[in-house]
């Protein structure tokens, strides 16, 4: 193993975009930021310093963080930002796992423009289990807005507006030729008559949950959030804010050139489509001049597309990669996600939209979490989060008032360690039309069913898949429907778990889990760096 020691200077820099010039955000000055190449079971160490106006931390999305939470990342859950003028060193192990995660702002909106790839590569001498690739491109999907995102995040959460949606997506921080001002902000790749490439493909977006395709070209799935799934072959994926998705590309296709493209899935409102991004795959040789052809994509509504694709994915779980699934659960949590309205004096109408999970609306503390817990300061966080929503009721069958007493509050669940969770999300279906894809810190989970409609404890149960359900860091819970997942609480600390979407988060879509340390010494959480941001 190695140590992997990586430098990330905040700094802003004039980026322009659909003829648009404004300040962005960066780290190193460059827009998606750097990659970062490590293998499995090394040791990173990045040193990010501040040189913004911005309070800054940076979450590295979908690695455990095995007794380190100190190393996650979200501001104010476990640590204090990183000021303007100071430093802060990420210092973890990639351990037990291999494939695409990624690396974002975990604050306010800001990874809008900090956020990139990384990749993991199996250990030295371990092949994929699918055959290998001549080369790997990591294509990072995300959303360009012309004005500043912060202003846009304060429409939503200060003044109660409905936020500005994104001007466009972008591929690999690029909308493409179909935007003005944007020939030359233009994604291409080359690639050569018979040759298999791996793309790496991140959803980096705020808002938006993509399909996404290439003209002409199949593409095989091999890997979700870093873990091995039974390949299969479609014409497009889908791929919600946080997921990665592995495919393989075979160059197989009359050399020309083709399109990728996005297209939002149940964005609103679902009428406009005005917001695709294309980048281009051109086979060697063929000039540029060669107009390139555009993939088909499912409608924006299209939830039976949505249904089969997610129905597709399945663990690989050979014996070399078996699917662990929790055969029995500890402890059960049902938890419903709600919309309703706050009264909020600052607001235009005097109202905004707030979400929650079991009608409560997550409240940011000043401090870290993981300080308060670890060092017991009380009065930061109360660990009353109810294991079930306080009164029962037709999640889906529009009852408006059942979700509109929620009350705020930082609350949290207390897990006992090495217990297996059960978690059923459960949509309400009242105010929106995304689905929802929770992320967990901390954690891979097993997802192990999901429907449209109430969860039935009596008969849902029955129907799960507990041999090999795909495993993951984040799940979408369908519009009007449920999603089970299951999990060891193996990782001691106060983990993280929100809806994806940044403009749900901001709404209180959140909550944590206060994970007990076991009785080992390998068990506990590890002292904090020296380093740690003071609040
Ligand atoms: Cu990728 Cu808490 O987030």
């Known amino acids: 193993a190695a140590i992997k020691k990586y430098q990330f200077d905040i700094q802003v820099k004039n980026v322009s975009r659909l003829c648009h010039a404004k300040p962005i955000v960066t780290v190193n000055g460059t827009f998606p930021g750097p990659t970062i190449y490590v293998r499995e079971g090394d040791r990173v160490m990045v040193n990010v310093t501040n040189y913004a106006q911005y309070n800054m931390s940076i979450h590295w999305h979908g690695l455990k963080q095995y007794r380190n939470g100190w190393a996650d990342g979200p501001a104010y859950i476990t640590q204090c930002p990183i000021?303007?003028?100071?430093?802060?060193?990420?210092?973890?192990?990639?351990?037990?796992?291999?494939?695409?995660?990624?690396?974002?702002?975990?604050?306010?909106?800001?990874?809008?423009?900090?956020?990139?790839?990384?990749?993991?590569?199996?250990?030295?001498?371990?092949?994929?289990?699918?055959?290998?690739?001549?080369?790997?491109?990591?294509?990072?999907?995300?959303?360009?807005?012309?004005?500043?995102?912060?202003?846009?995040?304060?429409?939503?959460?200060?003044?109660?507006?409905?936020?500005?949606?994104?001007?466009?997506?972008?591929?690999?921080?690029?909308?493409?030729?179909?935007?003005?001002?944007?020939?030359?902000?233009?994604?291409?790749?080359?690639?050569?008559s018979g040759k298999t490439y791996l793309l790496r493909i991140i959803n980096a977006a705020l808002n938006d949950e993509l399909f996404f395709g290439i003209a002409g070209h199949n593409m095989t799935v091999v890997e979700v959030d870093a873990v091995y799934t039974k390949p299969f072959t479609t014409q497009t994926i889908l791929i919600a804010p946080g997921q990665t998705t592995n495919v393989l590309v075979l160059a197989n296709q009359v050399p020309g050139r083709y399109f990728m493209a996005t297209r939002a899935f149940m964005d609103v409102p679902l009428a406009v489509d005005n917001k695709t991004a294309t980048a281009i795959l051109q086979y060697k040789g063929i000039p540029n001049t060669v107009l390139p052809s555009f993939p088909q994509l499912p409608a924006s509504n299209d939830t039976e597309f949505a249904l089969g694709y997610n129905r597709k994915l399945r663990s690989l779980n050979t014996p070399q990669f078996p699917a662990n699934v929790p055969l029995k659960v500890d402890?059960?949590?049902?938890?419903?996600?709600?919309?309703?309205?706050?009264?909020?004096?600052?607001?235009?109408?005097?109202?905004?939209?707030?979400?929650?999970?079991?009608?409560?609306?997550?409240?940011?503390?000043?401090?870290?979490?993981?300080?308060?817990?670890?060092?017991?300061?009380?009065?930061?966080?109360?660990?009353?989060?109810?294991?079930?929503?306080?009164?029962?009721?037709?999640?889906?069958?529009?009852?408006?008032?059942?979700?509109?007493?929620?009350?705020?509050?930082?609350?949290?669940?207390?897990?006992?360690?090495?217990?297996?969770?059960?978690?059923?999300?459960?949509?309400?279906?009242?105010?929106?039309?995304?689905?929802?894809?929770?992320?967990?810190?901390?954690?891979?989970?097993?997802?192990?069913?999901?429907?449209?409609?109430?969860?039935?404890?009596?008969?849902?149960?029955?129907?799960?898949?507990?041999?090999?359900?795909?495993?993951?860091?984040?799940?979408?819970?369908?519009?009007?429907?449920?999603?089970?997942?299951?999990?060891?609480?193996?990782?001691?600390?106060?983990?993280?778990?929100?809806?994806?979407?940044?403009?749900?988060?901001?709404?209180?879509?959140?909550?944590?889990?206060?994970?007990?340390?076991?009785?080992?010494?390998?068990?506990?959480?590890?002292?904090?760096?020296?380093?740690?941001?003071?609040?």
């Open 83 to 192: 000021q303007t003028g100071s430093s802060y060193t990420y210092d973890f192990n990639v351990t037990g796992q291999r494939g695409t995660v990624w690396w974002h702002a975990h604050i306010l909106w800001l990874r809008a423009t900090v956020y990139g790839a990384i990749v993991i590569m199996p250990k030295q001498g371990t092949p994929y289990p699918f055959p290998q690739p001549n080369m790997e491109v990591p294509i990072l999907l995300g959303e360009w807005w012309n004005t500043d995102v912060e202003e846009i995040e304060k429409q939503g959460t200060e003044m109660g507006l409905p936020p500005n949606m994104s001007d466009a997506h972008t591929i690999n921080g690029k909308p493409g030729p179909l935007f003005p001002c944007s020939e030359k902000h233009t994604f291409a790749m080359e690639i050569e």
């Open 331 to 535: 402890r059960n949590l049902f938890y419903t996600v709600g919309f309703g309205k706050d009264s909020c004096p600052t607001c235009v109408n005097g109202t905004r939209l707030l979400a929650s999970l079991n009608n409560i609306s997550f409240v940011m503390p000043q401090i870290g979490l993981l300080q308060a817990h670890y060092f017991n300061i009380s009065g930061v966080f109360k660990t009353n989060f109810p294991d079930k929503p306080p009164t029962p009721f037709n999640y889906t069958g529009a009852p408006l008032t059942a979700s509109l007493g929620t009350v705020h509050g930082t609350r949290l669940s207390k897990i006992e360690f090495n217990s297996t969770v059960e978690l059923v999300l459960q949509d309400t279906n009242l105010l929106t039309v995304e689905s929802h894809p929770f992320h967990l810190h901390g954690y891979n989970f097993f997802v192990v069913g999901t429907g449209i409609g109430n969860f039935d404890p009596a008969k849902d149960p029955a129907k799960y898949n507990l041999v090999d359900p795909v495993e993951r860091n984040t799940v979408g819970v369908p519009t009007g429907g449920w999603t089970a997942i299951r999990f060891r609480a193996d990782n001691p600390g106060v983990w993280f778990m929100h809806c994806h979407l940044e403009l749900h988060t901001g709404w209180g879509l959140k909550t944590a889990f206060v994970v007990e340390e076991g009785p080992g010494s390998d068990q506990s959480i590890l002292p904090p760096p020296k380093d740690l941001p003071p609040c």
